[in-house]
């Protein structure tokens, strides 16, 4: 069984420019969630896809979206970045919608110069 | 607006030891309840959950125990092992009773040290 992986491992960019990253399932999972994690802080919930469709949003701003593709994969953009979004993007993936624990991968560190 | 709260930032306990850890929160309508236990460079690891019909839930050496009444809850780790040494988050989530999107909301994280 694959678990959930992330890409890519690091990335650098520098303020004002668009970001995307990736996302794959663990193998028949439905569902992926996104979160961020800002230095000493927890996961904060961005979105949840839920069989392509958008199922759920946290406090974020239009310029982070998302996509999820037949194949349950799912990418996080994000657009006009700023210092503040320098953090660990985490995805996670789940079976069932609604209560279930949902198994994350290792993260994306996105520095923000 | 801290939903989650783990108010101690770190605990360091001799292995063989029981560790506790503690959360609080602050809305009622959280009905499901999970432990992370995550590694440097590595994503969070589902650990153990309870659900608010219960107040407690037991899987080795994990407990965790719910207190609703408080808006408390607590892993108990028994016996400390080193390699339970990490950073350990609560969640929680509306997910039972709501249904659709099972947001969770994290706390900030209690590093906890297991002292050989």
């Known amino acids: 069984e694959t678990g959930v992986t992330q890409s890519p491992t690091h990335l650098i960019k520098t303020r004002g420019q668009q970001v995307t990253l990736r996302c794959s399932s663990q193998?028949?999972?439905?569902?992926v969630s996104w979160y961020q994690q800002a230095l000493g802080q927890g996961p904060q919930f961005i979105f949840q896809y839920y069989r392509e469709e958008e199922n759920g949003r946290g406090n974020f701003p239009p310029r982070f979206s998302g996509l999820q593709f037949p194949n349950y994969s799912s990418e996080l953009n994000v657009n006009a970045l700023e210092l503040d979004d320098s953090a660990l993007y985490l995805c996670?993936?789940?079976?069932?919608?609604?209560?279930?624990?949902?198994?994350f991968g290792p993260g994306t560190r996105l520095t923000v110069l | 607006d801290q939903q989650v709260k783990q108010n101690s930032p770190s605990l360091s306990v001799q292995e063989g030891r029981i560790s506790i850890l503690n959360c609080d929160y602050t809305?009622?309508?959280?009905?499901?309840f999970l432990w992370y236990k995550k590694y440097p460079a590595e994503g969070p690891t589902f650990l153990i959950s309870i659900s608010s019909i219960k107040d407690k839930n037991e899987d080795g050496r994990f407990t965790v125990f719910l207190n609703k009444s408080a808006k408390h809850l607590s892993l108990h780790i028994v016996p400390s092992q080193p390699g339970d040494s990490a950073v350990y988050f609560c969640?929680?989530?509306?997910?039972?009773?709501?249904?659709?999107?099972?947001?969770?909301?994290f706390g900030k994280g209690m590093k906890l040290t297991v002292n050989p």
């Open positions: 969640a929680a989530s509306g997910g039972l009773t709501q249904g659709g999107s099972e947001k969770l909301v």
């Open positions: 996670a993936s789940s079976l069932v919608v609604g209560g279930d624990e949902q198994f």
């Open positions: 809305n009622s309508m959280f009905d499901y």
């Open positions: 193998s028949g999972h439905n569902t």
